[in-house]
């Protein structure tokens, strides 16, 4: 059983102790199943403007560091501080070096000083966020003027298919819930950045069968955490359920699971 078992309610994201509380307890199991994460961040690093030779930047919502590492190695000489919100992927993280700090923090609500980057750069982090806005308001204010963020997220449309089986089982929805696309390019174009590129990519994985897919979601600390999800078991009626209707989608590489990938990319002014 896992918690992608249980239905949600419309409206909030899940709980931010919840967040880092499910993450932290990932941070161990998190890199071996982490095979998006990669895929995602490096094409993140890929659309960094070609000029980019920062001297400080930030890793927002780091997690085991990964990304850290590859800021640190692609921009030697620069200062590098990591952000997460989860204390057990700081301390994984911490271990394995990459950044010069590593700090506890909310995306929304960063403990750290203005203008003090030239690169806010996050990876698959902001989709936990309620309030995208506060987010890009927080990147504004820490980057220099002529500083950028370099974000990807997940929007509508990810993990549809597990969405539709559930909703054949029982009506409900069991799956995190994310913004529209339409939300990121409104949040991003009142931002006060300069957008230099937004788009939407979808990427599909593909599994055996669906208990892969939800221990990996699982392992990732990505399960469904949203609130008012019931905290009973699931029945056995109701997986077998959920494998029947999930096998509809089933193609020659397996069942999928799509991914809708948004990736941004803002400057803040030069003259602020
Ligand atoms: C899917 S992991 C991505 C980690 C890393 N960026 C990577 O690509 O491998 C998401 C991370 O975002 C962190 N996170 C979630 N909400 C956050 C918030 N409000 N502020 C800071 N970090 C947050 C989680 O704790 C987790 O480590």
New binding site residues.
Partial sequence: MTDLSRPILPGALPD?RQ??A???R??AS??SV?AL??A??DALLARLPASMAPTRWL?????????SRALAARFEAAHGVA????EG?LSHAREQGGAHHHVA????RLPLRDGAFDLVF????????DQFSS?LAEARRVLRPGGVLAF?SLCVGTLEELRASWQAVDGLVHVNRFRGFEDYQRLCADSGLTLLGLERLPHVLHYPDVRSLTHELKA???HNLNPGRPSGLTGRARMQGLLQAYEQFRDDQGLPATYQVVYGVLRRGEEE
């Fill in positions: 931010k967040v880092a499910s993450f932290s990932a941070a998190y890199d982490a994460q990669r995602v961040g890793d927002l919502g780091s997690g085991t560091g990964h990304f952000v997460d919100i989860a992927m923090g909310d995306a929304e996050s990876s698959l982090a902001v989709q936990w966020c987010v990807s990732l600390g990505a």
